[in-house]
Nanobody
């Protein structure tokens, strides 16, 4: 079955950096777009970034363009989200996701940006 396991979240000061990882299994990872979403308390879950199966095509939410970078390693079945110049408004639970008929989600990893 599809499994997505996120890691790398934590507490960071404004202006800092974090790298999130999502280890995938149970499907042919290299054949699917992978997504990162985030959900802040009381808000909807919004897409942050996505990457094509080969990693060549990436798309970002306007709020993170120029600060976040999504990438993938198909040999390791892992997708990454490098987050730089973090702001308090980036505080959220971050989820990776794949659509394989239906959407699958990981358990999420908490990112808190605070001084």
């Amino acid at each position: 079955q599809v499994q997505l396991v996120e890691s790398g979240g934590g507490l960071v000061q404004p202006g800092g950096s974090l790298r999130l990882s999502c280890a995938a299994s149970g499907f042919t990872f290299s054949s699917f777009y992978m997504h990162w979403y985030r959900q802040a308390p009381g808000k909807e879950r919004d897409m942050v970034a996505r990457v094509s199966p080969t990693g060549v095509i990436t798309n970002y939410a306007d709020s993170v363009k120029g600060r976040f970078t999504i990438s993938r390693d198909n040999a390791k079945n892992t997708v990454y989200l490098q987050m730089n110049t973090l702001k308090p408004e980036d505080t959220a639970v971050y989820y990776c996701s794949v659509v394989r008929g239906v959407a699958y989600w990981g358990q999420g990893t908490q990112v808190t940006v605070s001084s």
